[in-house]
């Protein structure tokens, strides 16, 4: 309508309803760059030199823990402290900052937590996303096989 604004539905600027503003937990190259105030290729430069923030790769993309490029700039971060409750494939979108196509992408190759049918909408756990991040986003086999479920050495 006239004067109204348009929601914007893209990761990172989006009403996230009852959650409040969501912290993505994955930045890309241009939003660390943003973070810390340079160009992509400056960005790119001083992340080689302190070699303490390797990057982790979610499909074909570059992706660093914010809190590790917080932790880099001296920045104290915030406290993450998600319990058991579904979030949609937006809210991983912007929580990992990739688009919601990737998210369904990545969930069909097993390349992340098993979502849940909650009726007709596919749903994540947050305390799962949060430790697959954490982990360095393995795939689904290589995850159940390190917590010693369905692995080769079990008995």
Known sequence: MKGEKRRDRT?????????????????????GARMLGVSPAHFYKFIRKRRSAPPIM????NMWRREDLL????????PQT???ILIDALTVAELCSVSRSLV???????????SVLHGRTLR???R???EWVEAGCPKRRERRAGKGRGGANDG
């Open 11 to 31: 990761p990172g600027n989006s009403d996230s309803g009852a959650m409040g503003q969501v912290t993505p937990l994955l930045v890309d190259a241009n939003q």
């Open 58 to 61: 979610v499909g074909s993309l």
């Open 71 to 78: 932790r880099i700039i001296g920045t104290p971060c915030d």
């Open 82 to 84: 998600p319990e058991d």
């Open 104 to 114: 369904y992408k990545l969930n069909s190759l097993g390349m992340m937590p098993a």
């Open 124 to 126: 994540w756990n947050l």
């Open 128 to 130: 799962e996303i949060v």
